[in-house]
C-alpha cells in the first residue's frame, strides 16, 4: 500500500508532461497537414533537383571524356 504514495504522484506528474508535449506540437503545427506529406511522395518531379542539375548541360553528366570533348 506505501507503494502508491509514489505511483500516484509520479503518474499524475506523467500526465501532465504529456499534455505538454501535446499542447506543444499542436502549437508547433506538426498535426496542421497529414495528408499532404503522403500525396508529395507520389508527385513526379519532371526536373532534377540541385542546383547543378539545372545549372549544367546534360553532355557533361555524362563522364569526364564527354566532357572533355
Do not use: C, K
Not at 549544367?56 to 564527354?66: N, V
Amino acid at each position: 500500500m506505501e507503494i502508491m504514495y509514489l505511483l500516484i504522484p509520479l503518474s499524475v506528474i506523467l500526465v501532465f508532461l504529456i499534455g505538454v508535449v501535446f499542447w506543444w506540437s499542436l502549437r508547433s503545427g506538426q498535426f496542421d497537414d497529414l495528408e499532404g506529406p503522403g500525396y508529395r511522395i507520389l508527385m513526379d518531379d519532371d526536373q532534377a533537383r540541385g542546383e547543378n542539375a539545372s545549372t549544367t548541360p546534360p553532355d557533361q553528366h555524362r563522364g569526364s571524356a564527354a566532357a572533355n570533348e
